[in-house]
């Protein structure tokens, strides 16, 4: 081996690290989607007048319809306080939130699957370059 496919290996390293921080973050960003849109299912669940409890508590500010008030709450609640005030007016999420580890759970194998492969195909071309 030559110092020249050193280098080739050396950057087909670096690109195959790239290309798999470039899914983990775009894997990232369709947890986040999804993680947001459980959230307004969650709040979907609740009635108007005990979002505007919550609203009041929170100090967000009022609005005239669920749909406003539950995307507000979307952008600035994070999931587990969505979780505790659905305890505390009882309302059912469990479901919602068993889907939405079954998802991260595909995206975790997608993500394994993804890295599994491409170190595959590093391995491959070092045997190819160094004829091993």
Do not use: C
Not at 13 to 39: A, C, F, G, S, V
Not at 61 to 70: I, M, W
Not at 100 to 116: I, M, T, V
């Amino acid at each position: 081996m030559g110092i020249f496919d050193g280098i080739k290996i050396g950057l087909r390293r670096r690109q195959i690290e790239q290309e798999i921080r470039e899914k983990e973050e775009e894997l990232q960003r369709e947890l986040e989607e999804h993680i947001k849109n459980t959230k307004i299912v969650i709040l979907n669940r609740f009635k108007k007048r005990q979002l505007d409890a919550i609203a009041a508590i929170k100090g967000l500010p009022k609005t005239r319809t669920k749909a406003e008030l539950v995307k507000i709450m979307a952008d600035s609640m994070d999931l587990e306080e969505i979780k505790k005030f659905a305890r505390n007016y009882k309302i059912q999420y469990r479901d919602i939130i068993t889907a939405l580890e079954k998802y991260k759970k595909s995206l975790d194998e997608e993500l394994g699957e993804f890295k599994a492969r491409k170190w595959a195909e590093f391995e491959e071309f070092k045997r190819e370059l160094t004829g091993t």
